[in-house]
């Protein structure tokens, strides 16, 4: 697509984001799956529901601009072939659940950094309404970050840390 207008980026990130989500959604029971902490489990079961609804504010969106989704996301398939590589192997569990956190966080801050663009294109566009759709996901996008950060932090981390000693 020709991007001429700001309008024009606006949908491409948008169609971009959509399948963002998508392939997150496919990805993450695999994700969970492969967790061995019942916290980092339970946060990206969380994270499924949130992205499912994601997924719905974006169609609501697209589906208002008489859109829908078209392009394919490389960046979230390479973040995710990069995920999956992690979940192979012969990684203990909690360092396992550490590669998982990291994957994750990569593509949170992804997902962060497209929301908060795309955001601004509605602000500026006067997608008011859209806008506000976005900036709710964004906030969980974060929201998500900062979970997976503590939880790193506290735990994930320090346990991975001990199973290799």
Do not use: F
């Not at 499924?48 to 208002?64: F, H």
């Not at 394919?72 to 550490?98: F, I, S």
């Amino acid at each position: 697509m020709r991007l001429a207008s700001l309008q024009d980026l606006y949908l491409e990130e948008l169609h971009d984001l959509y399948d963002a989500e998508k392939q997150e959604l496919k990805a993450l029971p695999k994700m969970i799956e492969a967790a061995s902490s019942t916290g980092l489990r339970n946060a990206l079961r969380d994270h499924l529901g949130q992205s499912e609804n994601q997924i719905r504010r974006l169609e609501t969106i697209l589906e208002g601009l008489g859109e829908a989704g078209r392009r394919k996301c490389l960046a979230m398939k390479g973040l995710l072939k990069e995920a999956a590589q992690n979940l192979g192997g012969d990684a203990t569990p909690m360092v396992r659940d550490a590669a998982l956190i990291a994957a994750t966080q990569k593509i949170e801050h992804y997902e962060i950094a497209c929301y908060g663009c795309v955001r601004t294109y509605a602000q500026v566009l006067g997608h008011q309404e859209a806008a506000r759709l976005l900036q709710e996901t964004l906030d969980e996008e974060e929201a998500t970050d900062r979970g997976l950060t503590e939880m790193a932090e506290w735990t994930i981390n320090q346990r991975a840390a001990e199973a290799a000693a």
